[in-house]
């Protein structure tokens, strides 16, 4: 059974980073499209990152480009998002997703607070 448990979550100020990390298990993680995706309260889920299977293909969401960069070490099954110059708008729940067909697994999230 495929299990995503994402981490490093919390409350930051506006212009500070965090780092986000998602560990997986119950998969053959190194074939797995990796994504990050965010859900604001009142908002609809949105794809922030995505990584593919290899690492060497990455792609972000036009709001956070230059700002957040996703990684993957696939010798220890994780995959981190690390995000720099936090604005209050990047206040949401990060989720984790593992995507390989038929396997669209989620993790059950971690919240960032960017506030004063």
């Known amino acids: 059974q495929v299990q995503l448990v994402e981490s490093g979550g919390g409350l930051v100020q506006p212009g500070g980073s965090l780092r986000l990390s998602c560990a997986a298990s119950g998969l053959t993680f190194s074939r797995y499209t990796m994504r990050w995706y965010r859900q604001a309260p009142g908002k609809e889920r949105e794809l922030v990152a995505t990584i593919g299977s290899g690492g060497g293909s990455t792609d972000y969401a036009g709001s956070v480009k230059g700002r957040f960069t996703i990684s993957r070490d696939n010798a220890r099954n994780t995959v981190y998002l690390q995000m720099n110059g936090l604005k209050p708008e990047d206040t949401a729940t990060y989720y984790c997703?593992?995507?390989?067909?038929?396997?669209?697994?989620w993790g059950k999230g971690t919240l960032v607070t960017v506030s004063s």
């Open positions: 997703n593992a995507f390989r067909i038929p396997v669209n697994a």
